[in-house]
Nanobody, 118 residues
Framework: QVQLVESGGGLVQTGGSLRLSCAASGRTFGIYAMGWFRQAPGKERELVADISRGSNTYYADSVKGRFTISRDNAKNTVYLQMNSLKPEDTAVYYC????????????WGQGTQVTVSS
């Protein structure tokens, strides 16, 4: 089994930056991709960015050019660098892992709150 622990959320002003970290433990060799999702109050959870085992990345249109996902394989950690933050980025951010080559993300972290004040 894989466990995920997020850190790095907090309160920041518009235009500021935050870096989220997600440390994976357990059977990490079984992870095909890792991603960051977010869920704002009253909205559905959405994929923000993900990175595959081969380091291919995906970004939602709303964060392209502002967020960067990266991974440190030696530390089994994935990062989400968030720059030029906007109030609409306010949400609970969840780290997730995919342990099947085809299918949905099946392992989830506990979530970390990101609040951007205007």
């Amino acid at each position: 089994q894989v466990q995920l622990v997020e850190s790095g959320g907090g309160l920041v002003q518009t235009g500021g930056s935050l870096r989220l970290s997600c440390a994976a433990s357990g059977r990490t060799f079984g992870i095909y991709a890792m991603g960051w999702f977010r869920q704002a109050p009253g909205k559905e959870r959405e994929l923000v960015a993900d990175i595959s085992r081969g380091s291919n990345t995906y970004y939602a249109d709303s964060v392209k050019g502002r967020f960067t996902i990266s991974r440190d394989n030696a530390k089994n950690t994935v990062y989400l660098q968030m720059n030029s933050l906007k109030p609409e980025d306010t949400a609970v951010y969840y780290c997730a892992a995919k342990t099947y080559l085809v299918g949905k993300y099946d392992i989830w972290g506990q979530g970390t709150q990101v609040t951007v004040s205007s």
